[in-house]
């Protein structure tokens, strides 16, 4: 039907648009205020859910007053879709509302009772719509949801102004335009059960809305403040922790260094050190603690002083982590590390070997590889630990590989991990180059095969020599 039908004249259509004007403004106001809440925070990196709930309300609560307007019965009005939206809308604008006073915490502050009846009011009211879209309206409907925010209403305000007392400012400016709104509100649901007459709860809700984003634009400009700050700080943990690390391996004539340290996020839980660096002997530390982010980091900053406070024993691996795990014991917070430990002596020609419940360390000699395993108990989990040191012979051009399990649980799309294999493999194919090149190289493999990060990944390569036959690492 259109509106060159005589069924429909230009004076019906101008009174309808006389009648229905404040509401076709107020709702084209909300709907656009809702669309550009939603789209706003569909743009930032990350959603706010804060933001999305208000964007659906006042979106969902302009539509209302559009599909409300006569004058959209005048164009549509055969419709049964039209009809039945008409009365479900109804039952669909105070979900958004409840979910959002969840979301912004005042539901909690309103207690119990107002919790639960907020909740029933979403399940009925969900009912109710769907029942609407599949049956069709009915009176009995309409008086179930006014009987149901007549009630919830007056729980909410009753609870509000008696907790009034507890409430920070922007509880206080809710409270407040809640309490405007539900005035007009109640007006309009008892209207609805004994009267007829011209809605006026849109000016309420405009009120109220504006209360809502001024307090949604507040808490995300706070949020936004807040995350700033803690970038900066991550970005001076961050520094802090690269300076816990050593630099380079220092120029030796019997060991060439090359680490590759990759974290996952801006601070790890991965650690490395060389616990002994001189002409003739070489103490390489790694660790892994468990969990990532800042509390790992934490963690791996006690593992340094842990290792620093064991310098006496360096020269045996079962004793240097025995200490490390009495001096971490009882101080990590329930978060345990795992830890490999070799100590290289150029003049006696062995390798000394320890573990903490790490993965084996990799001798690379004359194309094959040997897996080098010892280990113990997990370090700072247990008070009764003990470690022995597996001694084996150095010959020159070994290579050695220290790593953490983040190398070999790289994970790709199907789930499966890089694995042992492959990694043995991977150190086989770096016969013949350089530590720095054979880092490159397990690193790139690793990042190549993982569809993501999501462990930090923390290797070392170190090659014995003969003085004459050694170049200085890089």
Not at 321 to 349: E, H, K, P, W
């Amino acid at each position: 039907m259109t509106l060159s039908e005589p069924s429909i004249s230009t004076a019906e259509v101008l009174d309808a648009f006389h009648r229905d004007a404040p509401n076709l403004f107020f709702g084209a106001a909300f709907i656009t205020v809702g669309l550009v809440a939603i789209a706003f925070s569909a743009l930032r990196r990350k959603r706010d859910p804060l933001l999305i709930y208000f964007g659906v309300f006042a979106a969902l609560y302009g539509l209302r007053l559009w599909v409300d307007a006569h004058l959209l019965g005048l164009v549509v009005p055969h419709s049964i879709f039209y009809m039945r939206l008409r009365v479900a809308i109804n039952y669909l604008v105070p979900i958004p509302f409840v979910l959002y006073f969840r979301c912004a915490g005042f539901l909690s502050r309103a207690g119990t009772l107002a919790i639960e009846a907020a909740y029933v009011l979403v399940a009925v009211d969900a009912v109710l719509a769907i029942a609407t879209f599949a049956f069709g309206p009915t009176r009995l409907y309409d008086l179930i949801n006014s009987i149901l925010v007549i009630a919830a209403l007056m729980i909410l305000i009753v609870q509000f102004i008696r907790n009034r007392k507890q409430g920070d400012a922007d509880f206080v400016v809710v409270r407040r335009g809640l309490l405007i709104f539900a005035g007009f509100a109640l007006w309009d649901n008892l209207a609805a059960i004994y009267l007829r007459g011209q809605k006026i709860e849109p000016v309420g809700f405009a009120i109220f809305l504006s209360c809502l984003g001024y307090v949604t634009g507040r808490r995300m400009l706070r949020r936004d403040q807040q995350l700033n700050e803690i970038q900066k700080e991550l970005e001076v943990a961050t520094r802090i922790q690269l300076s816990i690390l050593p630099e380079q391996f220092p120029p030796s004539p019997h060991f060439q260094v090359a680490v590759r340290y990759v974290p996952m996020t801006s601070v790890a839980g991965d650690f490395y050190d060389y616990v002994v660096a001189d002409d003739g002997h070489a103490g390489l530390l790694i660790a892994d603690v468990s969990g990532h982010g800042v509390p790992a980091a934490l963690i791996a900053s006690m593992v340094k002083l842990a290792a620093a406070s064991q310098r006496a024993t360096a020269s045996d691996p079962s004793r240097f982590l025995l200490g490390m795990n009495a001096a971490l014991y009882g101080n990590t917070q329930n978060q345990f590390i795992t830890a490999a430990y070799v100590y290289l002596d150029s003049r006696s020609r062995e390798l000394r070997y320890s573990a903490a419940g790490h993965p084996p360390m990799l001798l690379l000699r004359n194309g094959a590889v040997v897996e080098l395993q010892e280990n113990g108990l997990i370090l700072a989990a247990f008070d009764f630990s003990t470690y022995s040191t597996l001694v084996h012979r150095l010959e020159e051009g070994d290579r050695l590989l220290l790593y953490t399990d983040g190398i070999i649980e790289a994970s790709n799309a199907a789930g499966e991990f890089f694995g042992s294999a492959a990694l043995c493999e991977v150190l086989r194919k770096t016969t013949g180059s350089s530590p720095l090149e054979a880092a490159d190289l397990i690193l790139s493999s690793v990042q190549k095969w993982s569809a993501a990060q999501d462990d930090d990944l923390t290797l070392i390569v170190c090659d014995f020599a003969s003085p004459e036959d050694a170049t200085l690492s890089a």
